[in-house]
Nanobody, 119 residues
Framework: QVQLVESGGGLVQAGDSLRLSCTASGRTFSSGAMGWFRQAPGKEREFVARIYGSLGRIASADSVKGRFTISRDNAKGTVYLQMNSLKPEDTAVYYC????????????WGQGTQVTVSS
């Protein structure tokens, strides 16, 4: 059984940094994809960033480019999201996701971790 467990959320002020972690158990995704999505109150879930394939290619949303960095540690089965220069509009529940292959849709999801950025 695959499980994704996120951690690292919290309440911070605008301009601060946070690092989210997501650890997968039950299988590895080193040649697949892992990513982050977020959902703010009253809004649809949106893509944040993904890291995929054996070479660890990265894609991220325009809204976070230059501020958020996704990375992974295959040995630990963990993907990270380093979030710098946080803004109030980054406030959301952040979800980790995983896919079996690099270009599959995300089929596994974590329970989410709350990030709140105060102004």
């Amino acid at each position: 059984q695959v499980q994704l467990v996120e951690s690292g959320g919290g309440l911070v002020q605008a301009g601060d940094s946070l690092r989210l972690s997501c650890t997968a158990s039950g299988r590895t995704f080193s040649s697949g994809a892992m990513g982050w999505f977020r959902q703010a109150p009253g809004k649809e879930r949106e893509f944040v960033a993904r890291i995929y394939g054996s070479l660890g290619r990265i894609a991220s949303a325009d809204s976070v480019k230059g501020r958020f960095t996704i990375s992974r540690d295959n040995a630990k089965g963990t993907v990270y999201l380093q979030m710098n220069s946080l803004k109030p509009e980054d406030t959301a529940v952040y979800y980790c996701a995983a896919a079996s292959t690099a270009f599959d849709r995300f089929e596994y999801w974590g329970q989410g971790t709350q990030v709140t950025v105060s102004s």
